[in-house]
């Protein structure tokens, strides 16, 4: 499984930015996979996660702010930003678990996650 994540860049407190990831390897088009976040000296966070059954989990601290989507035709995932806070700046990864459905409490826990994309840094500024 391969997970190659683009779309970061900088942006000003308020703008947007929408993060895509093209996946490949999957049998199953329709495998759980998610956004995670990680700024320097924290841990690696939750962001949105769409499981296999197109239920979907948000962090806290982006609802009603952030959307996560996929294209199954184009085994694209993506995340779409919107008023973008200081906060909120941080290297986004792409991310898929090793098993194509998760439970509903383990959707943001980075531990259950298997696979990994390089990873593409967010900057926002005040």
């Known amino acids: 499984v391969q997970l190659v994540e683009s779309g970061g860049g900088s942006v000003q407190s308020g703008g947007s930015l929408r993060l895509s990831c093209a996946a490949s390897g999957y049998t199953d088009d329709r495998h759980c996979m998610g956004w995670f976040r990680q700024s320097p000296g924290k841990e690696r966070e939750g962001v949105a996660v769409v499981n296999s059954d197109g239920s979907i989990s948000y962090a806290d601290s982006v609802k009603d702010r952030f959307t996560i989507s996929r294209d199954n035709a184009k085994n694209t995932l993506y995340l779409q930003m919107n008023s973008l806070k200081p906060e909120d700046t941080a290297i986004y990864y792409c991310?898929?678990?090793?098993?194509?459905?998760?439970?509903?409490?383990?959707?943001?826990?980075?531990?259950?996650?298997?696979?990994w994309g390089q990873g593409t840094q967010v900057t926002v500024s005040s």
């Open positions: 991310a898929a678990p090793g098993r194509p459905y998760l439970p509903q409490w383990l959707l943001l826990d980075a531990d259950e996650y298997k696979y």
